[in-house]
């Protein structure tokens, strides 16, 4: 009787893992990365509450960009267009990535600017080096499990 109840449940809590989407790995990421940055930049109370949703709005409006602007234009160059692509073409595309980059760009100094007075010029340029551990170890971390599998 046990093993007939266990064996349903076991088999839903693995598929469960395996059919995770996308968006709850996103969230999953996110919760570590919060974690990880209060951490390293060893957040108080009162910094954290005026840090995140300044940040976490940041990293929103970064993720449409990527996902709605940029993400297209990479599947269309996956798609080998870029071998058939005219000098117009490439142009055109080029601007595109301009564009993106420089509303990054422009997100990331808003970003600056109003976490100044919230953390401090210290804590935000140890916040970028912080940002770029996060990334590596998470790059490590999929390297190690494609490895893995």
Excluded: C
């Amino acid at each position: 009787m046990k093993i007939k109840l266990i064996l349903p449940l076991l088999l839903l809590f693995t598929l469960t893992g395996f059919s995770q989407t996308h968006e709850e790995k996103r969230e999953q990421i996110k919760a570590l990365k919060i974690s990880y940055i209060t951490t390293e930049l060893n957040l108080t109370t009162a910094e954290s509450e005026k840090f995140w949703p300044v940040y976490n709005a940041y990293e929103e409006k970064v993720y449409e960009i990527r996902h709605d602007k940029l993400r297209p234009l990479f599947k269309q160059l996956k798609d080998g267009a870029l071998d058939k692509m005219s000098e117009k073409e490439a142009r055109i595309y080029l601007d595109k990535f301009q564009a993106a980059d420089e509303e990054q760009f422009n997100l990331r100094k808003k970003m600056v600017s109003d976490l100044r007075p919230v953390i401090g010029s210290v804590k935000l340029i140890k916040l970028k080096k912080v940002e770029d551990d996060f990334n590596k170890k998470l790059l490590e971390k999929y390297k190690d499990k494609d490895k893995k599998d």
